[in-house]
């Protein structure tokens, strides 16, 4: 017999948003499970990127000081080299808000920070190791969420279940809700090069004709983004691991005293690259939030802060009547539609910025001839020339389309 836990709502995946949001909710008195499949949060290979906008959310909730304690670089512009010029494309110091940075934090340290906070609250609860598979449903009604624990089946009946279990989403496949695929002509190579003295001291990317890498400053190593054309994970391996240290070291010269230590395709993960996003976010008894509602392009880096804003979103509508035991699950229904229609806006927006970028300037730069040298685009020049426009893709960047603000309540 599978164990049963019973909570006012059940969050699937501790990701971002569903940290966050099991977060907020614990903070407004709602009884809240959290399941997270793995057994730490251990991995390398998840955004990395805390905006401006979720800076301002970690402010609003009295938590900035903490957070930014944990181990963290601060980058207050956006610098590029294509074909070898080095361009500064934003600048984040002018954002009119509490922090004029992105800081570059590992996602295993934002999402211990949250646990270590919402376990204060006896109202919340994690559970590790426990993947959601699939819903209990009556009818068209969502119940509950089935899970696979290490002890064995574990049942959580819920009078809410939120989907924020990622682009994989088991709860949105086990709940039949239809998905909008927009298209990605890219994948992501992720990798891990050491650190050398000399290097430079900010995250940064470099283009050039048929290459596109980001380099994330971890301290001690750089975390690599190599993008490739959709599907070419074959071609890559095909041409062989001595060819693609070669063309890593030509867009990166200074890794060509390291890229020896790259000694199998193990030490380089595929990330393979999804837009899409969900027809409809819920149906009774059930909303999906971030990638699990919109799968978004690692352009950017903003889909972990489009998480955040959605989990900041759907407690501002959700937490105060959730923590009212008068009302009961079938007057929440009205509240999840409420709460896609404030984020489907900036969804959209944001993916077709994201894929316009995808198709108009990186597939044709992956596609170019590399015996040709790519030339700085007449908008970066601008930028260039006139440093106060760089504030306008920082906004695009570090805030975005409609930021959310923390007005859930706290019982504190």
């Known amino acids: 017999m599978p164990t049963t836990l019973h909570t006012r709502c059940c969050i699937a995946g501790g990701g971002p948003a569903g940290m966050m949001l099991g977060y907020l909710l614990a903070r407004a ?32 909730l009295g938590l900035l000081d ?14 590029v080299s294509i074909s070898g010029t080095e361009v500064t494309v934003a600048d984040f110091s002018h954002l ?18 949250l646990r270590d906070h919402a376990v204060l609250r006896s109202n919340f609860r994690l559970v590790m190791n426990a993947e959601a598979i699939g819903l209990a449903e009556d009818g ?9 624990t290490a002890d064995g089946p574990l049942q959580v009946t819920a009078d809410l279940v939120i989907g924020a279990d990622g682009r994989h989403s088991a709860i949105r496949t086990a709940a039949g809700l239809q998905v909008r695929d927009l298209g990605a002509p890219i994948d992501v190579l992720w990798m891990r090069l050491p650190m050398a ?3 430079p001291t900010e995250s940064g990317g470099r283009i050039d004709t048929g290459h596109f890498l980001a380099m994330i400053h971890r301290g001690s190593y750089w ?13 890559v391996h095909a041409r062989g691991l001595e060819a693609f240290r070669a063309e890593l070291t030509r867009v990166a010269p200074l890794f060509a005293d390291r890229v020896h230590t790259l000694q199998s395709w193990d030490d380089i993960k595929l990330l393979s ?10 149906k009774p008894g059930l909303l999906c939030i971030g990638d699990a509602a919109h799968a978004m392009s690692p352009v950017g880096g903003i889909g972990i802060n489009l998480a955040i804003q959605d989990a900041v979103a759907a407690a501002n509508v959700l937490a105060a009547p959730l923590a009212d035991p008068d009302i009961d699950a079938e007057a929440l229904t009205p509240l999840l539609a409420r709460v896609e229609r404030r984020r489907l806006f900036p969804t959209r927006v944001t993916q ?16 170019g001839d590399r015996r040709q040298p790519l030339s700085v685009p007449w908008p970066v020049k601008l930028l260039n020339r006139w440093p106060v426009l760089r504030v306008l893709p920082a906004y695009a960047v570090g805030v975005g389309v409609r930021p959310e603000h923390v007005r859930s309540p706290s019982v504190d």
């Open 29 to 60: 008195g709602v009884d809240v499970v959290v399941l997270e499949k793995h057994a730490d949060f251990l991995r390398d290979f998840r955004g990395d990127t805390v905006h401006p906008s979720t800076l301002q959310v970690m402010h609003e």
């Open 273 to 282: 690259v999804t837009v899409d996003r969900l027809e409809r976010w819920w």
């Open 66 to 79: 903490a957070f930014l304690a944990r181990p963290h670089d601060k980058a207050r512009v956006l610098r």
């Open 140 to 148: 068209n009604r969502v119940l509950g969420v089935r899970a696979a």
């Open 352 to 367: 077709a910025a994201q894929v316009a970028v995808q198709n108009r300037l990186l597939a044709p730069v992956l596609a």
């Open 197 to 199: 003295p000399g290097d």
């Open 96 to 113: 009119r808000t509490r922090c004029g940075f992105i800081a570059m934090m590992p996602q295993w340290e934002f999402l211990d920070f």
């Open 223 to 235: 975390q690599c983004a190599f993008v490739i054309p959709k599907g070419g994970i074959a071609a």
